[in-house]
């Protein structure tokens, strides 16, 4: 089964040696994203919610970027530095999925890189 290496020029750079999304099958694999503002590489500053909504609005663009959105996320991973975040987290989260809710897994990762609070991966479906 071959695989597409998409770029994603509206999303975060990728911070190491892996694809920000492949394609396969039909499905479109995004890796974990933080909380980096794509045009700067900054990171965001302030609570998990503030980070959480830069997440989703990565995820966005690298969704968009490949011809897909939020209503075409099949599956999500949500990682936290602390499980007492997921309220918080799943409160901004549902602001992007609204009904289109996709099957996830949400798990405290106890440190996640960089410092950061949340991390979200996802696979879409064409």
Do not use: W
């Not at 694999?29 to 794509?38: E, R, T």
């Amino acid at each position: 089964m071959p695989k597409t290496i998409h770029s994603a020029p509206h999303g975060p750079a990728a911070m190491g040696p892996y694809s920000i999304a492949t394609e396969a099958n039909g499905f479109v694999f995004c890796s974990g994203m933080v909380a980096l503002v794509p045009e700067t590489g900054d990171r965001v500053q302030g609570s998990v919610a503030d980070e959480t909504h830069q997440v989703m609005k990565n995820i966005g663009a690298v969704l968009g970027d490949v011809g897909l959105g939020y209503d075409d996320i099949v599956k999500t991973t949500i990682f936290l530095a602390d499980i007492a975040d997921f309220g918080a987290v799943n409160a901004v989260y549902a602001e992007y999925v609204g009904d289109a809710k996709p099957a996830r897994s949400t798990f405290q990762a106890g440190a996640l890189p960089g410092g950061f609070q949340v991390e979200i991966e996802c696979i879409a479906a064409r």
